[in-house]
Every structure is written in C-alpha cells, then in structure tokens.
C-alpha cells in the first residue's frame, strides 16, 4: 500500500526552467493538495482540487498551475522557475473533504538557482 | 480570517520530562482540529482529529485535549524517538489551514 507518492525527491532548476511534479496517490481519495513548506512560514496551500477534472486556486498559486485529468493523479507545473520558488513541495490527499484526515507524500525538495 | 498559532516554537525535553504543546485557533465555527507529527525529511503523519471541545484522544505517550479556543498535545514521559515537530490544522474551506508547529527535541 503504497499511500501517496510524489516524484521527483529532488531537483536542482535554473532561473526561467520549467518542470512538472507529479503526485499518486493509491486510496481513491476525492481530494488531492499541493503545499509549499518554507522555514519560519508552515505549510501553505498552492492548489486542490475537489475531483477528477476539476482544480482551485489556494492560499499562494503564483507561478504555478495544476491538473487533475485521472483522479489518482495530481500534476503542479512551475513554467517558469524563480528562486523564491525554492521550497518543500508537498501533495496531500483526503477522502472526501477537509474533515477527513490528510495522508502527505514525502515530499519534494526543489532549489531554483 | 482563520489563524492557528502554536507554541511554543521549539521545546528541549530531557528523557522522561513531561510536557504540553499548545495550540490555539481563532475560527468561525470549528470542524474538527488535526494534530500531525512531522519528522525531518519527511511528509507530516496523522495523529488525531478532534471534532468538540471536552474530547480527549490518546496514542502511546500523547494525549491531545480540546477546548473551545485551544488545544494540548500533552507528552507523558518522552523517549527520544518522540523528537519531531508536531502540527495542528484545522479546516478552512476545502484544505487544512496549519500552524508553524513545535519543533521537540528529547535528549537521553
């Protein structure tokens, strides 16, 4: 039982790269999220989605876009990358909605150099 | 707007001292408060959801409590294992809304 699993674990980008990082998760959950974790700032929301097919907006969703085309897939893109951009990227997955409890992958390291 | 404030920010235990986290939350009508330990390199781990103020939920040497404007994570007799930072969320819209989190250190 694999949970939730984000790829890739690391990456190095240049100022101006794009790239694609990708979550799956394995507990046909509903609900799919995509947080940053920065020092001294927690866990903010970038972009959920509520179901296949659909997407919205979060807490800081500059410079990223999201997809949702197989429920068990949730794709956040960066076009084009910026330094403030160098964080730990977390995908999160529920049940059915915020009461329900939260199962996170282990993340992904990204430096925007 | 909704806010989650925890302290203290980082905690040092000595093996076998116990102690409480706080957490505490200004929102309009709560649905549910989640506690999550986090440890170093990983992704945060469900620990408790408590949903009314009285309730009481435990696990091995944590114990977390409800208030109407707070919750506790209480830590009975620590080992170093426990050492990680420990999160609480509560549900604003559709995702969770979390805190900075306590940082824990437990020294043998």
């Known amino acids: 039982n694999a949970g939730v699993t984000q790829t890739p674990k690391f990456r190095v980008l240049k100022t101006g790269q794009s790239m694609t990082l990708l979550c799956a998760q394995d507990m046909n959950h509903e609900y799919m999220y995509w947080y940053r974790q920065d020092p001294g700032m927690g866990l903010r929301l970038i972009h959920y989605s509520v179901g296949e097919g659909t997407t919205a907006k979060g807490e800081v969703p500059d410079g990223y876009n999201v997809s949702r085309l197989k429920k068990q897939n949730f794709l956040l893109g960066l076009e084009s990358a910026a330094p403030s951009q160098t964080s730990v990227y977390f995908c999160?997955?529920?049940?059915?909605?915020?009461?329900?409890?939260?199962?996170f992958g282990q993340g992904t390291r990204l430096t925007v150099v | 707007e909704d806010q989650v404030t925890q302290s203290p920010e980082a905690l040092r235990l000595q093996e076998g001292e116990s102690s409480s986290l706080n957490c505490s939350y200004t929102?309009?009508?709560?649905?549910?408060l989640f506690w999550y330990r986090q440890d170093p390199g990983k992704g945060p781990e469900f620990l408790f959801t408590l949903y009314s103020a009285g309730e009481e939920k435990e696990k091995e040497r944590l114990k977390a409590t409800l208030t109407k404007k707070e919750s506790f994570l209480h830590i009975t007799a620590p080992k170093p294992e426990d050492s990680a930072t420990y999160l609480c969320?509560?549900?604003?819209?559709?995702?969770?809304?979390f805190g900075k989190g306590t940082s824990l250190l437990v020294t043998p």
């Open positions: 929102v309009s009508g709560l649905r549910g």
């Open positions: 969320a509560v549900p604003s819209g559709y995702a969770l809304n």
């Open positions: 999160a997955s529920s049940y059915h909605d915020s009461h329900s409890k939260a199962f």
